[in-house]
């Protein structure tokens, strides 16, 4: 069970954070205590996101709503590019940014504009279609 | 079109804050500001949620994802409750709460679950089948 | 000067929380450590209320503001209070907490203009003049 | 009336924010939807921003107050820029953020202040006249 | 060694949450999802305070002063209680707070002071020996 | 007593704060006011920081903990500083950071590794013992 854990949590990993730029948490917990490192990744990755209770697309929309709400760019970037990896649309993600600028104001709503922005250019998508 | 906005801002209205149980922003805005109080209804209900870029039940996953990680309790009960509205299953609320706990923190998680349990007994729907 | 400084707070303190309803800090801080206490005291109502720099009315604006902004509830009904105190109207405390709603999202607007309107009911201010 | 708003939009946002350095929202929110971009401003600037309820130099406060309390530093630069176009001084704008100081703590505070005297060297108004 | 993690998760939360008053994390958690709490638990009692890298009170201090910081006032309570369990007096816990006052400003203090008194009360420790 | 006050404060900051990088926040509040500035020091680093209720290596952790929480990487990394300069290890400042994450999330844990790894390479202290 726990191999199938391990197992799990290396496929969402691939998943979500293949070829992003930035930091991945893991590289700087690893650096203070790798032990720890380890079960910070089997808990968030495996135990977390592995569930099959919501689907990935869904997941990372989450993500995205309530890093843009905390003003987390660094990991907003990260999940803005993992959600772009599971199938979710530019046009869908700025949507939700401006849905939870509602909530959040206008200032940390630009700022997640402006990081969705640097994410699309690293893509190579930007400017996006906006019809 | 003015009335197009109008027509769309009432719907979804309707369609979401039907028999929510707390105090709808709305009629804090008006006893204020008649005037301001309509205008931020078209803005927020017509100009953002009616928009057909994301599907209801994710709007309200936004929504939950966003308001759980401000901590913003009595906005998290009303869109909790619109949530169920449109069709978002209890347990699904539930995973949202508990991935968001990963960029919040556990007490913000804990108190947005505390949110959500009283929404469920209030709907006659805990315990929740957790199977 | 230190007699200065301690005259000029009292002024203030006076002036600004006569008849306040709900617990001035001060005594809780008083109830830990009287020295201290005396030092917060000081330090806030005479080195920083006391300067003549800004009119009161705009210094009670700022408070408003700014404790609109953090979502300190306790703070900002001492802080509508002592506006009322020195003249700020109702309405123009209402528009300083819909202009912040700008920065700070709906949920903190809405938890502001409930505790304006428990103050106004306080002072016998309720129902504002809308006109 | 709908042209009376787009007017009074323009002449607010031409009185603040003329020849201010940094991103403007609009410019941001217009990459990504322009229609929603005219709706913003002609809420923000126009809907709330014109309307005559306080002063200018007394919106630019409370704007600062707020923003120096929430850590936006981007919309805080803007901010601090339309004071001065106002006519707001570069001490009653210091003066606001240490005021500030005492609902936020420390670290808030001193990133305003960075902030503004950014500002004020921009506009060659450094070092302020502390008399 | 996974025994040995939940005979030290038992006894660390035996250590710190014995007679507290307020509704332990852990049962919420259970009420949703007996598997994930069981999980949460063993990550943050077990892999986290159970490390003997910092000793118990300090572990507890840390505790209030980032929860203090959060106005995470349901947790704090209870870490005011762990802290007491471990030794902690009440003034080094009135210290910790008014020290966090310097970098969260005056009403995160109040409030975490506030329930640190409700907590005292508690356990029939009010009012403090100020000497 | 005043001038013991000053001695205090003065023996504290040196204690502290010596030979750190980054700005030390009494300059840019002299730069604004002087007098003020001189006040603000007495009061945090000579009525707060210099009371002999706490060892200043739990007062250093009472720090990180606390800024970490708020994000405030300014501050925190010249409480870093501080920490290592009283005699606080590396592994223990790491240790503060991961067991605040479970109260503030991912992100923040990981804008304060960041910080601490920042400055443990400023000293000459990284890679950490990580044994």
């Given at each position: 069970m726990s191999e199938d854990l391990k197992k799990r949590t290396a496929e969402t990993a691939a998943l979500y954070?293949?070829?992003?730029?930035?930091?991945?948490?893991y590289r700087i917990w690893h650096s203070f205590d790798p032990e720890l490192a380890k079960e910070f990744s089997l808990f968030i990755t495996?135990?977390?996101?592995?569930?099959?209770?919501?689907p990935h697309p869904t997941r990372q929309m989450v993500a995205v709503a309530s890093l843009a709400a905390l003003g987390a760019v660094e990991e907003l970037s990260l999940h803005l590019q993992a959600a772009l990896n599971v199938g979710v649309s530019p046009k869908e993600l700025a949507e939700v940014i401006f849905q939870v600028g509602v909530y959040t104001g206008v200032p940390a709503m630009n700022r997640a504009l402006v990081t969705l922005r640097e994410v699309l250019k690293l893509k190579g998508l930007w400017p996006p279609d906006r019809g």
């Open positions: 954070f293949k070829d992003v730029e930035g930091e991945v948490p495996g135990s977390i996101y592995s569930r099959e209770k919501l």
